[in-house]
């Protein structure tokens, strides 16, 4: 009876130890960004919807209640703006250096349109059938 407990204790500090050299330490890192234009009041900030790799995309607020899309891509940040529309970009995702998102040529944000951003131009994307409201 003693050999079994002794076996059992001994076991069971191998499998404690085993577990211990084997567990893996991760590290994450956090980095904030801010819009290039973005506000601090209500209503204003910076919204990240889409990364791929070092490149995020999304959007931010500003003192006069606009909504303007941005790039960055690790280490610089370009706003995107649709041509013509100055107040209500909005990019929701990203892949390379393509963006994808929505504009509004109302300040109510309706219509919506989308839109690809390709790193040098912008094509509208929008459903025939939607009704004036296409996402990307």
Same mark, same amino acid.
């Given at each position: 009876?003693?050999?079994k407990l002794t076996q059992t204790l001994v076991l069971s500090a191998l499998i404690?130890?085993?577990?211990?050299a084997h567990s893996q330490t991760y590290t994450f890192n956090f980095?904030?960004?801010?819009?290039? =234009?973005?506000?601090? +009041?209500?209503g204003q900030g910076t919204w990240s919807y889409g990364i791929s790799g070092n490149n995020t995309a999304g959007y931010y607020g500003n003192s006069d209640g606009g909504r303007h899309g941005f790039f960055y891509n690790g280490s610089s940040c370009i706003? =995107?703006?649709?041509? +013509?529309?100055?107040?209500?970009t909005q990019a929701f995702g990203v892949d390379g250096s393509n963006v994808v998102g929505m504009y509004s040529t109302s300040s109510y944000g309706t219509p919506n349109y989308g839109f690809l951003y390709n790193g040098s131009s912008y094509t509208s994307l929008n459903?025939?059938?939607a009704n004036g409201v296409t996402i990307a």
């Open positions: 009876m003693k050999t404690a130890l085993s577990s211990i980095n904030t960004f801010d819009g290039p =234009l973005a506000g601090a +009041g209500p706003t =995107l703006d649709y041509p +013509g529309i100055s107040n209500f459903h025939p059938s």
